[in-house]
């Protein structure tokens, strides 16, 4: 007999795997498991600074490659969960990010975009891995906002990167689950909102 949580598991799963499909996704990018595996109850996604690189109104749009973008693409996927491990829909998702050289564009918003949440909680950015920077590991910068609700500013980093162990602000709670996904990379982070 299958417990709640179990349930709850099989059908985030199967949910994930359906807009993976239906989006046009890589095969591999739903084989990544959760991150992280939400349990009835479970802590929020760690907070982080939002830096000095945020600029407020980006456009609206899940695909940040642009003409000329340079650098691996990376599909990132994955859910926006209660801390009962419910889907939230309609939650504004707004991703910035340096480029393939470490730099961040602040006289446009080439490699910044925002969306919300589909009626089952799922998100999906295209982008590329960004560079490292000067005392900084690989990674992207997200805030995450119920509708009407407080907003989680943190940051996502790469798994196996050499950087991470020397960067001050690294969190291995923010760490997304990465697959190589034909010439690419497919990413996976749920991120957990403190709302019951």
Same mark, same amino acid.
């Given at each position: 007999?299958? /417990?709640?949580?179990?349930?709850? =598991? +099989?059908?985030?799963?199967?949910? %994930?795997? &359906? ?6 996704? *890589? ?49 990132? /996927?994955?859910?926006?969960?209660? =801390? +009962?491990?419910?889907?939230?829909? %309609?939650? &504004? ?6 480029? *393939? ?96």
């Amino acid at each position: 007999m299958m /417990t709640q949580d179990q349930t709850r =598991r +099989r059908f985030l799963l199967a949910t %994930g795997t &359906l807009a993976a499909a239906e989006l046009g996704f *890589d095969a591999h990018a739903q084989e990544l498991p959760p991150t992280p595996a939400c349990h009835d109850g479970d802590e929020p996604t760690v907070r982080q600074t939002e830096g000095p690189f945020f600029k407020p109104r980006s456009p609206e749009r899940s695909d940040l490659i642009e003409s000329g973008s340079r650098g691996a693409t990376v599909e990132l /996927t994955g859910l926006v969960l209660t =801390r +009962r491990c419910q889907p939230l829909a %309609g939650a &504004l998702i707004d991703l910035w990010q340096a480029d *393939d050289k470490g730099d961040y564009d602040n006289s446009g918003f080439r490699f910044r975009g925002h969306q919300f949440t589909d009626a089952n909680g799922r998100y999906r950015f295209r982008t590329i891995k960004p560079a490292r920077y000067t005392g900084r590991a690989r990674h992207f910068h997200v805030k995450v906002q119920p509708s009407g609700g407080r907003i989680l500013t943190t940051q996502l980093y790469f798994p196996g990167e050499a950087g991470n162990r020397r960067d001050p602000l690294f969190r291995s709670e923010l760490l997304m689950n990465v697959a190589q996904a034909g010439n690419g990379e497919a990413a996976r982070f749920d991120f957990v909102l403190d709302i019951r």
